[in-house]
């Protein structure tokens, strides 16, 4: 994991990083009987439920993310939102903020297409490319 962040630090020749992580899932619970923090999406889901498409968590997933999780939060100061915000809505409103200071370079980093509404550089870990994201593309 840390050889994962440098490299992510050296590739967008960063100093440091601001992470945020979705709210901590007890993965002991079934998934049909888990029930996810309940936010704004969730009320106005009338079609479906909110991300009600979308498939488990594989058990390696299961297995290593809280371990994963865990080194983030302790060895590199990653936070985590509480359960009825979601982390996507966390990153954009930490990076408009910071985006007041000139003296700060922000560089929006993941792999979650949601992010793309952020103006600014964006860096996908998973393909690793990096582009710009205009103020009218950022939709």
Not at 8 to 28: F, R, S
Not at 76 to 88: H, T, Y
Request: one cysteine or more; proline letters at 6%.
């Amino acid at each position: 994991m840390d050889s994962f962040i440098n490299t992510i630090l050296a590739e967008m020749n960063a100093d440091y990083v601001l992470g945020i992580l979705e709210a901590e899932v007890d993965y002991t619970i079934p998934d049909e009987e888990y029930m996810p923090g309940i936010n704004f999406r969730h009320k106005y889901a009338s079609s479906k439920g909110y991300k009600s498409s979308r498939p488990s968590k594989p058990d390696w997933y299961k297995l290593w993310g809280p371990l994963i999780q865990k080194r983030l939060v302790e060895r590199w100061g990653f936070q985590r939102v509480p359960p009825e915000v979601e982390a996507d809505d966390m990153v954009a409103s930490i990076a408009n903020k910071l985006r007041q200071y000139s003296n700060i370079d922000v560089v929006t980093c993941g792999n979650d297409k949601d992010l793309h509404q952020i103006p600014g550089v964006f860096y996908d870990y998973k393909k690793n490319e990096s582009w710009y994201i205009d103020e009218i593309s950022a939709t």
